[in-house]
């Protein structure tokens, strides 16, 4: 879409408050981070919560930014060559302008919503339609308040379908969506059962969702689900709709759906309108099963050709769609995006590029977009364009089309035919310390060349879900009183998940504050151009050094660091910053409460010296048996905290908080709180069931599967036993990767294929044998061994331990794996 700066009252209530000079606006901006420099762009300031847009005003215009929608007046003499338009709610305004987009649009418009699987059934739904129509589909899961609008934005009028996610988070979301979205079509695609904080109860989630099929003509959904049903039926105007409501389980319904197992995967029969059609698809799982579904009744109903179907169909693939970050060899980091590739399906890789300091060389390797309806120049003028902006060092095209890029970009570009041109070429020209995005439409087979860049370690990796580490941290963010500022532990590898990528990933989501236990731990992140203020618990005086240079804030804890950093900092040129630990009654490191006399004067005596912070921390902030002793640690601390802010004249920073902390004690937030394995989603309460979401899964692979005789023993000191002829599988991890030996002899369980399979014998240092007997695998399977189940609590229950063990002992010879949807 695009319209003339002026005419913005046209479209959405607000005023002018200032018009330097008009220009012709194509394209929307709400993160300041992620915005193209262009005069036709504009940015739209929203006071949220945590985070309000006017303070990015004045650098966006520094870099050249022109176009503002605003909801508070800016100081218009400071922006004096900057347009302005005044709304009352930002948000409420995109809503309004990206709905007129809508509104013009003449093809057919899905929408989608539901509690898991919305992005993948509309990615999936754009493939299968793409080879006859031409389809616009949101891009990623921009499917909120503040998404929604951007998405509705592109659609174009020459595309055929839009497909458009629409997710809510709290009561009377959906009616504003439904506003803009009005969905020709719909699919509903199922209801988790987890407890919603935004809703009363799972029947008003259900009706809440509903509600974005108010005016639709034809709803697809999943009968299984009754609250679904029950909320569809309570919708107006039924008496226009028609209902595709199909079921995996009732055989008497119109649309019962059967599906059985087959050599080359799972065949599905369908009926519809009294005839039956049988499609492949590659995947078993039932999510799966259930997304693929909706997907082919879609298509049905709107007479997709079935042999077209079919086809595409042996394309699909399971969780192929998210963004993952790895390591690559010779000191790369790559980011693999290799799903689809359209113009904006490449934008929103780029942002998250862009996010990814790991290295200062930046190589991006493309294929030919695959964009219907735009030609061969316009296309390929729009992508230099787009490209310039981003500091590319190195371009890679690959395929015929990518070759008319040379005409347009200006920057250092190499051109191949094929995917496997550009691997032999990579044999003798290798990439070093880069951050590379990978990017190419499917058929490209760009998974080639991620695999040929991977670092290859072996078979077992942590998958780290950086969505889920959002989540937890909005979720704990959530129970704070305003202005009280989160720092977090990263300490240890970020429990076990590594911690510079989610330092990184929690710097972009602007949290306050980071911590690590010793020094080498900051310097990581430093390296990795983490800019936030950084603590360190456990600062050795051999490390000072280290401080100084990478800028790192230690804990002082005792008389005699206390000492020694005032010399060592004496003759710096500015204040040395420190966090004062006192204990409080856990008696681990801190000055005790009588020792704050002789703490002062030092203090008082060293005015180089700046108190950052004063913290404590509790003992048995998890248990309610200790709550008097929890309380009375507060007590000394607000004390001795009081009586040091009395002295020094100035207020550091107060936190007492850890997770459960955070859960546990809202009276004692002070300033900051230190949020540690919560953000891992593991609550260590029981206070809050299903709503930490688990972000990592520890995944191995089946090396061999052996049919073992009644009676014969498996593994070291014989200590595995059949007791009846039996299936075992042998798994690539062992106890060197932090698979517990206490896991052997049943107490442990793996997932495979959807089963829990229990290990029998010993945990060996690299292998571990499991019990498949009931379990249909191969050589070659994912192994789950944990994540959502086997879940880490419980894990660590068996064998009398502390999630926090399970999590830091993943050894580092395991990958780590981070992904985005
Ligand atoms: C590790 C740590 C935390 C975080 O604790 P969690 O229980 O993981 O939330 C907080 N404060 C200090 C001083 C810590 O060492």
Not at 84 to 95: C, D, G, H, R, T
Request: charged share 25%.
């Amino acid at each position: 879409m695009k319209f003339d700066f002026s005419l913005l009252p046209n479209l959405t209530k607000g005023e002018i408050t200032q018009l330097h000079q008009d220009h012709s606006i194509e394209n929307i901006f709400i993160d300041s981070r992620n915005i193209v420099v262009s005069y036709k762009n504009i940015f739209i300031a929203i006071e949220g919560e945590r985070h309000d847009g006017h303070q990015f005003i004045k650098e966006l215009y520094s870099k050249g930014i022109r176009n503002f929608i605003i909801e508070k007046d800016v100081n218009y003499i400071e922006f004096a060559e900057a347009n302005f338009f005044k709304v009352e709610s930002s948000i409420q305004a995109s809503q309004q302008i990206a709905g007129k987009n809508r509104a013009k649009f003449k093809g057919t418009l899905i929408g989608i919503t539901g509690s898991n699987g919305k992005t993948i059934v509309k990615e999936w739904l754009a493939k299968l339609i793409e080879s006859v129509y031409s389809v616009y589909r949101s891009p990623r899961s921009y499917n909120s308040q503040v998404g929604v609008p951007l998405s509705l934005w592109h659609i174009n009028d020459y595309q055929d379908y839009a497909i458009i996610e629409a997710g809510i988070s709290q009561m009377h979301e959906m009616e504003k969506l439904e506003a803009i979205i009005k969905p020709n079509i719909g699919i509903y695609t199922n209801l988790g059962t987890a407890h919603d904080e935004g809703f009363p109860s799972l029947e008003e989630k259900a009706h809440q969702k509903a509600r974005l099929f108010k005016d639709s003509k034809t709803i697809i959904f999943c009968k299984d689900f009754p609250e679904i049903s029950n909320a569809l039926h309570n919708l107006p105007n039924l008496e226009d709709k028609e209902f595709i409501g199909w079921s995996f389980e009732d055989n008497t319904s119109n649309y019962f759906v059967e599906t059985e197992e087959r050599e080359n995967g799972i065949a599905i029969r369908i009926p519809y309108k009294e005839e039956f059609f049988i499609f492949t698809v590659p995947f078993k799982d039932y999510a799966s099963l259930e997304n693929i579904t909706h997907c082919l009744l879609l298509l049905l109903h709107e007479g997709v050709p079935i042999k077209i179907i079919q086809n595409t169909l042996n394309e699909i693939r399971p969780l192929k769609m998210r963004l993952e970050t790895k390591k690559g060899k010779n000191n790369t980091y790559l980011v693999d995006d290799s799903y689809n590739n359209d113009l904006v399906g490449l934008d929103t890789a780029l942002h998250f590029f862009a996010q990814q300091k790991q290295y200062q060389k930046r190589v991006l390797i493309l294929s030919d977009l695959l964009q219907t309806g735009l030609s061969g120049d316009i296309l390929y003028k729009q992508l230099a364009e787009r490209i310039e902006n981003e500091n590319i060092d190195q371009l890679i095209g690959i395929g015929s089309e990518i070759q008319q890029l040379k005409s347009f970009y200006h920057g250092k570009i190499e051109l191949f035919n094929s995917t496997n041109e550009f691997l032999d070429y990579e044999q003798t020209h290798q990439f070093h310390n880069s951050v590379i995005l990978i990017k190419g439409a499917r058929k490209f087979g760009f998974e080639a060349i991620v695999q040929r860049l991977e670092q290859k370690i072996h078979g077992t990796v942590l998958e780290i879900d950086l969505n889920k580490i959002t989540h937890n941290l909005n979720f704990y963010r959530s129970r704070l009183k305003p202005n009280v500022k989160t720092m977090v532990m990263v300490k240890a590898f970020a429990y076990g998940s590594s911690s510079h990528e989610i330092a990184n990933w929690l710097e972009f989501h602007n949290v306050d504050y980071l911590a690590v236990a010793y020094a080498d731990e900051g310097v990581i992140l430093r390296q990795h151009g983490i800019k936030l203020p950084i603590m360190v618990m456990n600062p050795d005086p051999r490390s000072f050094e280290l401080l100084h240079h990478y800028n790192l804030e230690p804990e002082i804890y005792s008389f005699s660091l206390l000492n020694d950093y005032v010399n060592y900092t004496r003759s710096f040129d500015y204040k040395a910053k420190i966090h004062l630990k006192l204990d409080t009654g856990m008696h681990r490191l801190g000055f005790e409460p009588f020792e704050i006399e002789d703490l002062i004067p030092i203090l008082k005596k060293n005015p180089h010296i700046h108190v950052s912070s004063i913290f404590s921390h509790l003992a048995a902030s998890d248990e309610a048996s200790h709550n008097g002793f929890s309380a009375q640690q507060a007590m000394f601390f607000k004390k001795a905290a009081d009586d040091i802010i009395s002295y020094i004249g100035y207020k550091p920073i107060l936190h007492l908080l850890n997770s459960s902390g955070i859960s546990r004690f809202p009276d004692y937030q002070f300033d900051m709180v230190r949020l540690g394995v919560g953000l891992y989603g593991i609550d260590t309460t029981g206070l809050h069931p299903g709503e930490l979401l688990p972000v990592s899964t520890l995944k191995t692979v089946i090396s061999q599967v052996k049919h073992i005789k009644k009676g014969d023993t498996i593994g070291y000191s014989r200590k595995g036993l059949a007791i009846e002829d039996m299936k075992i599988a042998t798994i690539s991890i062992g106890y060197a990767d932090g698979f517990n030996r206490k896991f052997s002899q049943g107490v442990g369980m793996v997932k495979i294929n959807g089963k829990l399979a229990p290990v029998i014998g010993n945990v060996c240092m690299d292998m571990t044998m499991v019990d498949v007997s009931e379990i249909d695998c191969a050589a070659g399977d994912e192994v789950i061994v944990f994540g959502d189940e086997p879940n880490i609590t419980k894990m660590a229950k068996s064998i009398d331990t502390i999630p926090y063990e399970i999590l830091t002992n993943v050894s580092e010879r395991v990958k780590r794996v981070f992904y985005t949807e």
